[in-house]
């Protein structure tokens, strides 16, 4: 007893010794054997203009600081691996306060604040013998494929697999007589049924509703992960999150902005952009000084168009069967479909949204005198561009006959707006021009995707995909699914992208402004499957690859010509590299991680803190992000609410002599059923800012 008294003096008296200011909640975590350390606190109120949360790690003796909170009442409780939460404790800021943690009473307790992928690690993965169609399997399916489809291809595409939510069956969906006949059903709910069933029954005849059924009922039986998350260590520790909720409880968000993508000290201080895509043509606008979300509803220029659901679009015009949470209710109504936005050096937002229906109008499409229209007409587009002023709320169309997915601007004096979606050609947007002339058919270009197979160095008559190689032409391409990634290249004028994302090969492909050609570099194994990616500084290509790894590629390296016959795609081996995401792996397949990233970002003005050119990618079976240093993963969790899931981030410096405090990246939940993660029907997406202090009790 009077050892026990000892150490929680000394705690005290180290609790009492931190610098806490007026507006700091700091203090000592103990458990039953003393400090808990690597445990996270979390803050949260609900007496602002929106929900609001903080969450900090403790240091290695148990200590916390949770910095710059704005006044008032928090409920205050400790959350950590082998732990459950701690009661919440009430307080305001400008005290210490010490909590005390809550050993897990068992595994099974324990586990269910594991990140998703432990739980999801657990799903059999058919072994390679069950392919070649002998089985259920659609003979032209191979376990890549599958493995695609239940990672960041297909499944984690959309939404997180593994939470609470989706590992076990709601009551509600209805009785079935069997855990693969409720999987059946199960996916067939909402707006969204109608895809995940094309999928799932359609592409792989149906044969994954008995493995995700198998997985459902190993876990309904009490079956616990194989494998057990460690706490933050080391600069993981360092992490300060800070959330707020915005949009509905019905709406979810794609993406959010920040500031300009070049120059990450545009819109300082200022508002977060979401983008709704699907869901709603109500923007949210999240202002983090006052903590009020305010709406903008993006116009169309065509108020009689249809939705943008349906045919051509990535989601259903109602739902296809109910919903177990909304029954048969109609959630989505956009026709903005805003997917992405990015910001310009004047502090505009340029937008990837539709301006009306898909039918083009007659300067995209043959017989048009449009110099891209004569060298490849176009007929639809199921989404534009538009551009917002923040300053006056503005708001622009730009009707271009390529569609458009992720938008970026370039790094060239006509500040080039690039954007992805645009199929079978490289299309582009000259602001500079729009600005002076406010016409879009004039401000816009679009290019065909041409290989240099003659080897002359310049584009030629050219071949179609269908046909031979001819030695005296170029040979056309069509890059599996189109330009998923766009990332134009800082120093040399070229624009990268990732392609062959939901079918064809896989790749990085290069397009040249100057001279209209292009190159192809498909990823070779033990790689495989492509998702999002982006470019760093000196030219190095990264994305989130299906096999559960950050590959990259650095065309500096190819030893071998770069045009020519043999420059078709598999031409440079040489130039890849890839890095395993962090935890388990399905087991079975050798050394893997079970990691679906969606999405890669190179911090290339150091927001976060650890150094310039940092690849980052979204963790989204892991909670939050994963970043390489120095060839190391650092995992930055975002542990409350469970099931955090993004689809990008930005980075912003608001202060550049601010230190920490003045920087940080932005992202927000990014899940399209904002209702699976912890909290149930009723949560909203939660805007994230990420921030890494020097040490865990820095001010």
Not at 49 to 67: E, F, N, S, W
Not at 201 to 227: H, M, S, V
Request: charged residues 20%.
């Amino acid at each position: 007893m009077r050892l026990a008294w000892l150490l929680l003096a000394l705690f005290a008296v180290s609790a009492h010794a931190q610098k806490i200011g007026p507006s700091d909640i700091g203090g000592v975590v103990t458990g039953p054997k003393g400090p808990e350390a690597g445990v996270w606190v979390i803050a949260e109120t609900t007496d602002l203009a929106t929900k609001y949360a903080k969450i900090v790690v403790t240091d290695d003796k148990g200590r916390y600081l949770i910095p710059e909170l704005p006044k008032a009442g928090y409920s205050v409780w400790v959350r950590g691996y082998g732990l459950v939460d701690s009661p919440k404790v009430q307080a305001a800021p400008g005290k210490a306060l010490n909590l005390t943690a809550v050993p897990a009473p068992n595994d099974a307790a324990a586990a269910q604040y594991y990140p998703a992928i432990y739980w999801y690690s657990m799903l059999e993965i058919p072994p390679a013998s069950e392919f070649g169609g002998h089985t259920k399997i659609p003979k032209e399916r191979t376990q890549v494929d599958w493995l695609k489809q239940v990672k960041n291809i297909g499944c984690i595409g959309c939404h997180q697999l593994g939470q609470a939510a989706t590992r076990t069956i709601e009551p509600s969906l209805g009785k079935f007589e069997s855990s693969e006949q409720a999987w059946v059903r199960r996916i067939q709910s909402g707006q969204s049924g109608e895809q995940m069933t094309m999928q799932l029954a359609g592409n792989f005849g149906g044969a994954p509703y008995k493995y995700y059924g198998e997985w459902t009922d190993r876990i309904a039986k009490g079956e616990l992960p194989f494998a057990k998350p460690q706490r933050p260590q080391g600069v993981e520790r360092n992490v300060v999150i800070t959330s707020w909720e915005w949009s509905t409880e019905k709406r979810y968000l794609h993406d959010l902005i920040a500031s300009d993508r070049r120059n990450p000290t545009v819109n300082a201080y200022g508002p977060l952009y979401g983008s709704p895509e699907y869901s709603t043509d109500n923007m949210p606008i999240l202002d983090p000084k006052s903590n009020k979300v305010t709406f903008f509803k993006m116009p169309v220029a065509d108020a009689e168009m249809p939705e943008s659901l349906g045919p051509g679009h990535a989601a259903s015009l109602k739902p296809m069967e109910p919903s177990p949470y909304w029954g048969d209710e109609k959630l989505w109504d956009t026709r903005a479909n805003n997917h992405n936005s990015m910001f310009d050096k004047q502090g505009r937002l340029w937008l990837a949204a539709s301006v009306r229906g898909r039918d083009n109008p007659a300067f995209c499409k043959k017989g048009s005198d449009h110099p891209s229209a004569k060298v490849f007409p176009l007929e639809q587009s199921s989404r534009q561009v538009a551009v917002l002023d923040p300053k006056t709320m503005k708001y622009t169309f730009v009707d271009t006959c390529f569609g458009t997915h992720h938008p970026q601007l370039g790094y060239d004096a006509d500040n080039t707006l690039w954007l992805s979606g645009t199929g079978p050609v490289a299309g582009w947007v000259n602001t500079r021009v729009f600005d002076e002339s406010h016409d879009a058919a004039k401000a816009q270009g679009w290019s065909p995707f041409v290989l240099d197979t003659n080897g002359n160095g310049k584009r030629d008559e050219y071949v179609e995909p269908n046909q031979p190689l001819d030695p005296a032409k170029d040979k056309r391409i069509i890059p599996g699914s189109g330009p998923y990634a766009v990332m134009p290249h800082p120093k040399d004028g070229s624009v990268w992208y990732t392609v062959g994302v939901f079918g064809g090969t896989p790749a990085f492909l290069r397009f040249d402004p100057k001279t209209q050609l292009s190159e192809v570099y498909n990823v070779p194994m033990p790689y495989f499957g492509i998702r999002g990616g982006d470019i760093d500084k000196n030219g190095v290509v990264w994305a989130s690859a299906s096999s559960g790894h950050l590959v990259s590629f650095d065309r500096r390296k190819c030893k071998g010509p770069l045009n020519g016959a043999k420059a078709t795609g598999d031409h440079c081996p040489e130039g890849w590299a890839g890095f395993q995401y962090p935890g388990p792996g399905f087991r079975g397949l050798g050394e893997n991680s079970a990691e679906s990233s969606y999405y890669t970002w190179v911090d290339q003005h150091n927001t976060l803190g650890l150094g310039e050119n940092i690849p980052m990618s979204t963790a989204n079976l892991n909670d939050g992000f994963v970043a390489l240093k120095d060839g190391s993963m650092i995992m930055l969790r975002i542990p409350y609410p469970l099931g955090f899931y993004a689809k990008g981030f930005d980075g912003r410096i608001d202060d550049p002599k601010a230190g920490w405090k003045g920087r940080g990246p932005w992202s927000t939940s990014g899940d399209r059923t904002p209702w699976l993660m912890e909290g149930g029907k009723g949560s909203k997406p939660r805007a994230v800012h990420i921030q890494l202090r020097p040490n865990p009790l820095a001010d």
